[in-house]
């Protein structure tokens, strides 16, 4: 029996314990807390994962999940969202570049600084803030910078690290900052590659947030970060699981760093250590802290 016939005699759609229990599964696999209105969303996504596994239950599914570690990779990329672009909230960039760059420079003369996209997903914001640091490299030297990216999607953390891009978000980048493009991206058949000045200082590592940063397996677990970009991430979990985000990025901010919201989320309700410094960002004003 094909597989698309087979989900539409009697497999169609989640039953309520099948929902439940599927909306339990994210919960335990990302801590986002979704609500039974993305039946039809999950649905769609994982019925293109079960003709590829030729399966023809969701049951079966689920099982597979529960059974297979291997699998829950493939999961978590079927239920997380990756909207991104680049030079995404223009006012963000603004600040960035004409504020946080020069007085972090003024401050910090000889050091390197250090940045965190905590939800990097393919790389674009990323990449927009190598950019702009690397315009700050070359007219105000000896400054220098690393970027981290991580994100809990397997298959876009893999595209950030290629730094490859094509389509749409290519196309927004050429549109609105041609000069950048030109200067950051050359050509590669239909796509755009960063140049390797931006590669070689940025990082890609796949990590879920709930969990803090010292659970990487790797020498970044030990750095510490001058501004971090935590943006329109708070959205999709609950008050609990969101101030153990919070606290775990904390915990890896240095003292005075920065933390960026998206324009949707706040830290009003949280106890974080952070100090509303303006629309979308929060200081540190906590002592140092153990990653």
Request: with cysteine; net charge positive; aromatic share 10%.
């Amino acid at each position: 029996m094909e597989i698309d016939t087979a989900l539409a005699q009697g497999d169609g759609d989640l039953s309520g314990p099948e929902l439940r229990k599927l909306l339990a599964m994210v919960r335990e696999h990302t801590g986002i807390a979704m609500s039974e209105r993305k039946r039809s969303l999950l649905q769609g996504r994982l019925r293109r994962r079960m003709r590829a596994l030729s399966l023809t239950s969701y049951a079966d599914y689920l099982c597979r999940v529960e059974s297979q570690p291997a699998e829950v990779t493939h999961f978590i990329d079927l239920v997380t969202t990756n909207e991104t672009s680049f030079f995404r909230t223009p006012r963000v960039w603004a600040y960035f570049a004409e504020h946080f760059l020069p007085e972090w420079q003024r401050a910090h003369p000889r050091e390197t600084l250090e940045v965190w996209s905590a939800a990097s997903s393919s790389g674009e914001e990323a990449y927009s803030i190598a950019m702009l640091a690397d315009a700050m490299r070359l007219s105000q030297p000896p400054f220098d910078y690393r970027v981290f990216g991580t994100d809990i999607c397997s298959s876009v953390v893999e595209t950030a690290r290629m730094g490859r891009y094509e389509g749409r978000s290519m196309d927004s980048l050429r549109t609105s900052r041609p000069d950048v493009a030109a200067r950051y991206f050359s050509a590669e058949g239909e796509a755009w590659r960063a140049a390797p000045e931006l590669r070689a200082r940025v990082q890609f590592e796949r990590h879920n947030l709930m969990r803090p940063l010292s659970s990487l397996r790797l020498a970044s677990r030990a750095r510490r970060f001058d501004i971090v970009f935590l943006r329109n991430v708070l959205i999709y979990f609950d008050g609990p699981s969101q101030q153990q985000i919070v606290s775990n990025i904390c915990a890896a901010m240095k003292p005075g760093a920065l933390l960026v919201l998206g324009e949707s989320e706040s830290l009003q309700r949280f106890d974080t250590g952070l100090r509303f410094e303006q629309p979308l960002f929060y200081r540190k004003v906590t002592g140092d802290a153990h990653v």
